[in-house]
């Protein structure tokens, strides 16, 4: 029913189906065009996605005053290596 159209799965239904295809909920609740697949092995809860994409999102400086609240490193690109010399 809802691959036709004919019913709209509620939140708690696309995080399941999200948790067990290990895909993005913006893909499934067609907010995104492209899927996101998930390493099975991580275990990540839609939760954590939702916070990893929002966290992909933000600007590079916003990413760097996170990783320092969370007191982890920041992984700096060869490119971003590049524009900071």
């Known amino acids: 029913m809802y691959e ?18 290990n895909v993005d909920m913006d893909y499934l ?7 996101k697949i998930f390493d099975t092995k991580d275990d990540i809860t839609s939760h954590e996605r939702e916070i990893i994409n929002a966290y992909r999102e933000q600007s590079e400086s916003v990413q760097i005053a996170i990783c320092k609240m969370l007191d982890v490193d920041y992984e700096v690109s060869e490119a971003q290596a590049k524009k900071i010399v």
Request: glycine share 12%; net charge negative; hydrophobic share 35%.
């Open 4 to 21: 036709r159209g004919e019913r709209e799965p509620g939140l708690d239904t696309l995080e399941a189906i999200a948790d067990f295809f």
């Open 29 to 35: 609740s067609g907010k995104a065009t492209e899927i």
